[in-house]
C-alpha cells in the first residue's frame, strides 16, 4: 500500500523558534495533503489542505501565518510552525491522497514539545 | 457543516465479547464514511469504508460496519473481540466529492482485558 512519512518523529524546541515538519509520499504523487493536530485524548482536528503548486487552504480558526504550509511538489509538503509557543505542543499528523483517488493515508505522525 | 459523533469515550470489554461503537454524522447530501484505528503508539489505518452499494461493509480483521442512512449511523461492529483490538477508533465522514475534507470523531478507545 501506499506510505507517507514525517519527519523528525519528535522534535522539542524553546519558545520562540520555529520548527519545519516534512511530509513524504513515498510511492505515489500526492496532489493533495492534508494536516491535522492531535492533542492529547483527543480527536484529529484538520488544520489545512493544501494541492501541488496551490496556496493552502485553512480551517476556521487556524493562523496561516503561524502555520505555514508548503506544497511545492508532488511528493513533499512541509509545515512550519512559526514563533512556537508551549500551546502549540502537540501531535502534528499529514495525510495524503492521489489524483483521482479516493483513499487518504497517513503519516505516522511528528510530536512537537514546546518548552 | 459536516460533523460526526462517538458517544462512546471509552469502551472496556473481555476477549471474545462483541463489539458496537456508535458512529452518527450529520449532513444532509451524499457521504463517504470511514473507521480509522490507531494502535498504541502508531498511526491511523483505514479499517473500512462506506462509499455507496450494499450498507453493510466488511474491513479487515474481522470488522464491519452497517450505514443505516435514515438513522445517519455508521456504527463499527466486530462479533468476537481480541486483546490485539486494544486502540483508539475513529470514525470519519465526508461529503461525497473525493476533492472534500475529512471530518473525524472524538474517538472511542477500547480497552480489551485479556
Known amino acids: 500500500g501506499a506510505v507517507v512519512s514525517q519527519h523528525p518523529s519528535w522534535v522539542i524546541c524553546k519558545s520562540g523558534t520555529s520548527v519545519k515538519i516534512e511530509c513524504r509520499s513515498l510511492?505515489?504523487?500526492?496532489?493533495?495533503m492534508f494536516w491535522y493536530r492531535q492533542f492529547p485524548k483527543q480527536s484529529l482536528m484538520l488544520m489545512a489542505t493544501s494541492n501541488e503548486g496551490s496556496k493552502a487552504t485553512y480551517e476556521q480558526g487556524v493562523e496561516k501565518d503561524k502555520f505555514l504550509i508548503n506544497h511545492a511538489s508532488l511528493t513533499l509538503s512541509t509545515l512550519t510552525v512559526t514563533s512556537a509557543h508551549p500551546e502549540d505542543s502537540s501531535f502534528y499528523i499529514c495525510?495524503?491522497?492521489?489524483?483521482?483517488?479516493?483513499?487518504?493515508?497517513f503519516g505516522p505522525g511528528t510530536r512537537l514539545l514546546v518548552l | 457543516a459536516q460533523s460526526v459523533s462517538q458517544h462512546n469515550h471509552h469502551v472496556i470489554l473481555s476477549e471474545a465479547a462483541s463489539l458496537e461503537l456508535g458512529c452518527n454524522y450529520s449532513y444532509g447530501g451524499t457521504v463517504n464514511l470511514f473507521w480509522y484505528v490507531q494502535y498504541p503508539g502508531q498511526h491511523l489505518q483505514l479499517l473500512l469504508k462506506y462509499f455507496s452499494g450494499d450498507p453493510l461493509v466488511k474491513g479487515i480483521k474481522g470488522f464491519e460496519a452497517e450505514f443505516i442512512k435514515s438513522k445517519f449511523s455508521f456504527n463499527l461492529r466486530k462479533p468476537s473481540v481480541q486483546w490485539s483490538d486494544t486502540a483508539e477508533y475513529f470514525c470519519a465522514v465526508r461529503s461525497g466529492s473525493s476533492a472534500s475534507k475529512i471530518i473525524f470523531g472524538s474517538g472511542t478507545r477500547l480497552s480489551i482485558r485479556p
Open positions: 510511492d505515489f504523487q500526492a496532489t493533495t
Open positions: 495525510s495524503a491522497r492521489e489524483r483521482g483517488r479516493e483513499t487518504q493515508y
